[in-house]
Antibody, heavy 121, light 110 residues
């Protein structure tokens, strides 16, 4: 079972990035998938969620990123994405791709290794 | 929505028990039995330990237990071992259909 994030890097304030998460080892299409971030030396912050096909791929976001971040998924490619726009220095963090445990809505049972996004001029 | 409230740090000697609290509101912890606990060692991704208040994930030692009363959830680690030294985070589902985390607690095994 693997979740492998990519796409992080250094970006200027106001810039954009698209993060990707490639999944293997479980039936990706059946699960809700989340993004969680962690600023350097800080705690965990839930970013948002993509529900599965059975729940119409509904997306939900934390208030701090709503309107700037967009989560999408491609079940045919077993991949989850996070488009991040209008970045500020407060968005500097490691971004984790996370699987939601089946049958639950708030238990995050599989985590990727994370990809670092640094927002700086 | 503010983070759930956890003590910044707790400590205990090997063999002792420690309890980490996680206080929320009636819009999250108090409204659902959907509290989880995560363990994070430095430089690694978090690991789910306890879900839905008191269910241990497969492979988690039974030294780890969870409970909840009102707006406060708790993680108790009994028979502390050196390997338990890590950061611990609680989380809860909310009435806004989002997930909220606690600020994290650093456990030191003396």
């Amino acid at each position: 079972v693997q979740l492998v994030e990519s796409g992080g890097g250094l970006v200027q304030p106001g810039g954009s990035l698209r993060l990707s998460c490639a999944v293997s080892g479980f039936s990706f299409s059946g699960y809700y998938m989340d993004w969680v971030r962690q600023a350097p030396g800080k705690g965990l912050e839930w970013v948002g969620r993509s529900r599965n096909k059975d729940h119409n791929y509904i997306t939900e976001y934390a208030a701090s990123v709503k309107g700037r971040f967009t989560i999408s998924r491609d079940d045919s490619k077993n991949s989850l994405y996070l488009q991040v726009n209008s970045l500020t220095t407060d968005d500097t963090a490691v971004y984790y791709c996370v699987k939601v445990k089946g049958g639950t809505v708030a238990s995050l049972d599989l985590w990727g290794q994370g990809t670092l996004v640094t927002v700086s001029s | 929505q503010s983070a759930l409230t956890q003590p910044p740090s707790v400590s205990g000697s090997p063999g002792q028990s420690v309890t980490i609290s996680c206080t929320g509101t009636s819009s999250d912890v108090g409204n659902y039995n959907r509290v989880s606990w995560y363990q994070q060692s430095p430089g690694t991704a978090p690991k789910l330990m306890i879900y839905e208040v008191s269910n241990r994930l497969s492979g988690v030692p039974d030294r780890f237990s969870g409970s909840k009363s009102g707006n406060t959830a708790s993680l108790t680690i009994s028979g502390l071992q050196a390997e338990d030294e890590a950061g611990y985070y609680c989380s809860s589902y909310t009435t806004s259909s989002t997930v909220i985390f606690g600020g994290g607690t650093k456990l030191t095994v003396l």
